[in-house]
């Protein structure tokens, strides 16, 4: 049984093109959590995604960042136009609801120069 | 808004040394979580606390949490050079599980 899968593992931007950051949860997983990672500091909530659903999104940024995950397939985080300070690592968490806790993927090391 | 601390934020320490790790927050919370995180890599479940008096052990690490305190600590036991890695404690206080407040970490260095 693989865990979550991030896709790609590390991905460099130049300044002003888009990011797309994959998530395949774990098998049975329906629910999705997205989190960056800033360089030294802990992570933090960007949002929260059931199937086909955007549950709670308080910790998206309001402009250039958005995220989906379809019936079929995996989430996605999308960020248009990065700029530095989007660089950073991005984590997906799955789990099967959300009373459960969640397992974290490897993450996503996202450059942008 | 829900605030976790967590202090030391950088622990370099010999081995066979004992330590404590601790970890406040600001409201009352569900659950609390702890992690480690080796460079590079992603978070590794450690210990999940869900009531006050909650004490549980896993080799050289123990976790317990003090709700009335709004208070976790992780102590370390003789500790050794494979538990140098970043640690974070988490907290749940919405009732989704996995909506977590994280600490800003504890870089733990064990030397020889």
């Known amino acids: 049984n693989a865990g979550v899968m991030q896709n790609p593992r590390h991905l460099v931007r130049r300044r002003g093109q888009e990011a797309r950051l994959r998530c395949s949860p774990m098998?049975?997983?329906?629910?999705v959590y997205w989190y960056r990672q800033l360089p030294e500091e802990g992570l933090k909530f960007m949002v929260y995604l059931q199937k086909e659903n955007i549950i709670d999104e308080s910790g998206m940024p309001k402009e250039r960042f958005s995220a989906e995950f379809p019936k079929e397939g995996p989430s996605i985080l999308r960020i248009q136009q990065v700029v530095r300070g989007d660089s950073a690592a991005y984590f997906c968490a799955s789990s099967d609801n959300r009373e459960t806790e969640a397992f974290f993927g490897q993450g996503t090391r996202l450059t942008v120069v | 808004e829900l605030k976790v601390e967590q202090n030391p934020l950088f622990l370099s320490m010999q081995e066979g040394k004992n330590y404590t790790i601790y970890c406040n927050y600001s409201t009352t919370s569900d659950r609390l979580y702890w992690y480690r995180q080796d460079p590079g890599k992603s978070l590794e479940s450690l210990f999940v606390?869900?009531?006050?008096?909650a004490v549980k052990q896993e080799g050289r690490l123990m976790a317990s949490l003090d709700t009335k305190a709004r208070l976790s600590t992780l102590h370390i036991t003789a500790a050794v050079h494979d538990l140098s890695a970043t640690y974070f404690c988490a907290v749940d206080n919405t009732g989704t599980a996995s909506k977590l407040t994280f600490g800003t970490g504890t870089r733990l260095q064990v030397t020889l």
């Open positions: 098998k049975g997983h329906s629910h």
């Open positions: 606390l869900l009531s006050n008096g």
